[in-house]
């Protein structure tokens, strides 16, 4: 049984649509109940036990004060922040920011976080790895991850030197995929709660920001990296998660044969064809051949349109092969969890 979160605010179309956007996350670590006035939260309080409080600014009086002295987080409206000891938050926030600081606030708190319930799906890993530069590798996984987003709880994860999330989507990060690595390595037990907060959206793909430098994760170990996948195989509903990588990746090869498939975007050069060809014979040299035997080549056809920003990949002429290539090697090959293969796929 989820805890319980209780919603008082008396603006019922603000109250209905926190409400809905909280019960639309499935990873939401609390059961949700809503209420307009706190005569109603009373009540029901009577009968159950309320875990977390979030409640408008003009709703927190004196009685809730005192009804409910802990884990209490105040929508505020006026910019001066109330109670004692009581987490405030800026009411006209994105709903996304809201659930960060709530999740986030809770998670800091000093309370044993309960444990999440294995879902019993297996969470199948679908790395993206080239060593040819400028051949849409990013757009590609970012398109096949929103494209999988609309039927599959899907994460994305990016590695590359600078990805240049920030300016494409015009906004700041305050977190980053660091700060999972701190919450696995430090404090694991509150990772799942922690990640709630972390990962962001787009067209219903979960990412998690970027590293904003990535020296920050130079000493991060392919056991390590595959560490994490394991956990968050364990803590959420992931069904597939999209792996963009490039060269600064410690441990490359090791995380390469952790996915089920691989895709490896190609060009129609001579330089690109050798690069190529020094890289598969770096795998077989160092007992890596099986990760050819998963990857996937693509040469890009040419586009006459790639969509301009990352929320319109699901359309156009690329997202067309996208989904082909979906339903062909990731449906197709009934793609393993863990980085094996079902027993009768294709390898």
């Known amino acids: 049984m989820k805890k319980i979160l209780a919603l008082c605010d008396g603006e019922e179309n603000y109250l209905y649509h926190m409400a809905d956007y909280l019960e639309r996350k499935d990873t939401f670590p609390f059961a949700v109940y809503s209420f307009t006035d706190t005569r109603q939260l009373r009540k029901f309080m009577d009968c159950h036990e309320v875990e977390l409080l979030l409640i408008a600014e003009n709703a927190y009086d004196g009685e809730m004060k005192e009804l409910f002295p802990k884990h209490v987080v105040v929508l505020n409206e006026s910019g001066n922040e109330v109670g004692h000891n009581v987490e405030n938050i800026n009411k006209y926030q994105s709903s996304e920011e809201i659930v960060r600081a709530v999740v986030g606030s809770y998670a800091g708190s000093g309370v044993d976080m309960p444990k999440r319930l294995a879902t019993g799906h297996g969470m199948k890993i679908i790395g993206n790895y080239t060593p040819v530069g400028r051949c849409l590798q990013t757009t590609f996984a970012l398109s ?3 494209i999988l987003a609309k039927e599959h709880k899907t994460l994305y994860l990016n590695f590359e030197s600078y990805s240049g999330f920030g300016y494409l989507l015009e906004r700041e990060f305050t977190t980053d995929l660091t700060d999972v690595l701190y919450y696995l390595n430090c404090e694991k037990d509150k990772l ?11 067209n219903g793909m979960d990412y998690i920001p970027p590293a ?11 056991e390590q990296w595959i560490g994490l996948f394991h956990e968050i195989e364990r803590i959420s509903e992931y069904e597939y998660l999209i792996l963009d990588l490039s060269d600064q990746v410690q441990g490359l090869f090791e995380v390469l044969r952790e996915c089920g498939l ?16 020094q890289y598969e014979t770096l795998l077989q040299s160092l007992d890596y051949g099986d990760i050819m035997a998963k990857t996937r080549k693509w040469k890009p056809p040419l586009f006459r349109r790639i969509p301009p920003g990352i929320g319109q990949l699901t359309h156009g002429e690329m997202a067309a092969c996208v989904k082909k290539m979906i339903e062909e ?19």
């Not at 691989?262 to 060809?277: C, G, I, S």
């Open 262 to 277: 691989v895709f490896t975007m190609m060009k129609e050069d001579k330089m690109a064809e050798a690069k190529m060809h």
């Open 329 to 347: 090697e990731v449906y197709g090959n009934r793609l393993g969890t863990g980085g094996k293969e079902d027993a009768d796929g294709n390898g």
């Open 144 to 146: 096949m991850g929103q």
């Open 192 to 202: 799942a709660y922690k990640l709630e907060g972390l990962v962001q959206s787009i």
């Open 212 to 222: 904003a430098s990535y020296r920050d994760l130079g000493d991060i170990t392919g």
